[in-house]
């Protein structure tokens, strides 16, 4: 397949539009914002969150399309690059194909373009894989995304990028459900406990786990039940998910043939004036201290890559290990909100991981 520059497939207009969108500001937003603005959604704040997301969405994908367009190592020409590439052209265009939104009906139309605009990019993440995957394979099996910094960096502005629009998107879509459960505003709960989602996502794990080795080590639990705070439950659970399944994997990896008995993982969820911090701790003999900046590059994984034998990723969540995407997108997910993820390591005993989340939530969105 020929690659295509954007020069040559677009008109002079989108491409100069492009261009100019890419140089302007993108307007973050805070969890605490989102939770003020959504706590009366009534159509005229719609109307002014759809106008808003009018001008923003644009912005922040021009962002991307240029970045997407000026890679190095010659990924910007990779075919899934180029598949990725133009879902943000397209949806670019689609906004500013939109007219402006005057009322209640424009904003109704305007919730549907953007839904399915998220839906659109919904396989970006597997897609971009397979782009960095060609690439790994065209630089040979020594060369590390660690020693690929740019592609890294890129990777993870890039993915930051694509947790705020969605999460942009989605609450925007979320505001217009009905009967949001209690609690909720839009995606956002404010009352979240912490316990009880780590709990939904050791279950998970655990099965995951389960279903990859046929066992899985126990996972102890440690807080006060009773605390809540606000914060979007799916990223969270995604967060403990990750974490908790590298911790089951490395336990089960050091004793699943022993006979030792396998040492629980231990999960602390503290709750702080400023962080909610939840630790996950386990005696899976840790990780090589040579090794500890590779874990947070995408693609690094120890386990078998299961993209080998598919070439698709595409059930991800239910994959136990392999993608090597679970702490570094885990960290994104963190920082996000004003958190972070921290992995300590003691190798020969086992590894403790650090996720803070920040509890106040008026920290604007990081944007890259
Ligand atoms: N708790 C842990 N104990 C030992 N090694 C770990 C632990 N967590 C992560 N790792 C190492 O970091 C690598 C990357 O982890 P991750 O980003 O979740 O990707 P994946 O789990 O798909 O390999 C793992 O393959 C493993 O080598
Ligand atoms: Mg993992």
């Not at 490395?250 to 396998?262: F, H, I, K, P, W």
Request: charged share 20%; proline share 6%.
């Amino acid at each position: 397949m020929a690659v295509k520059r954007l020069s040559e497939t677009l008109s002079r207009n989108l491409l100069d539009d492009i261009y100019r969108c890419s140089f302007k500001k993108q307007t973050g937003v805070s969890l605490k914002y989102m939770m003020d603005f959504g706590q009366s959604p009534t159509e005229k704040n719609l109307i002014v969150s759809a106008q808003f997301l009018h001008n923003e969405l644009p912005v922040r994908l021009a962002h991307r399309v240029t970045e997407l367009e000026n890679l190095p190592y010659g990924l910007s020409s990779k075919a899934p690059v180029l598949t990725v590439r133009d879902w943000y052209v397209d949806s670019f265009r689609d906004l500013r194909h939109f007219p402006d939104i005057q009322d209640a009906a424009d904003e109704l139309k305007f919730t549907e373009l953007i839904h399915e605009i998220k839906m659109r990019h919904n396989n970006v993440m597997p897609t971009m894989a397979m782009g960095i995957q060609q690439l790994k394979a065209d630089l040979g099996r020594k060369v590390g995304l660690i020693e690929l910094p740019e592609i890294h960096q890129f990777l993870d502005r890039f993915y930051l990028s694509r947790i705020g629009i969605r999460m942009l998107i989605g609450q925007h879509v979320a505001l217009h459900h009905s009967d949001p459960p209690p609690g909720y505003i839009g995606l956002i709960c404010t009352r979240v406990s912490p316990m009880e989602v780590a709990q939904n996502a050791i279950d998970d794990a655990r099965s995951s786990c389960m279903r990859t080795y046929g066992s899985a080590p126990d996972v102890q639990v440690y807080g006060d039940p009773s605390f809540v705070f606000a914060y979007v439950p799916t990223h969270l659970h995604q967060m403990v998910f990750e974490l908790v399944k590298n911790s089951l994997r490395a336990v089960q990896e050091r004793y699943g043939d022993s006979e030792d008995e396998c040492p629980p993982i231990r999960v602390v969820v503290a709750d702080g004036l400023e962080d909610v911090t939840i630790k996950i701790s386990d005696e899976g003999g840790g990780i090589p201290r040579s090794g500890l900046s590779k874990i947070w590059t995408y693609m690094y994984s120890t386990a078998k890559s299961p993209m080998a034998g598919y070439g698709h990723i595409e059930h991800t969540p239910s994959i136990m290990a392999g993608y090597g995407y679970g702490l570094p997108i885990s960290r994104l997910y963190a920082r996000y909100f004003g958190g972070d993820l921290q992995v300590i390591s003691m190798e020969g005993y086992g590894t403790d991981a650090y996720l803070h989340l920040n509890r106040l939530g008026n920290v604007q969105e990081p944007l890259p």
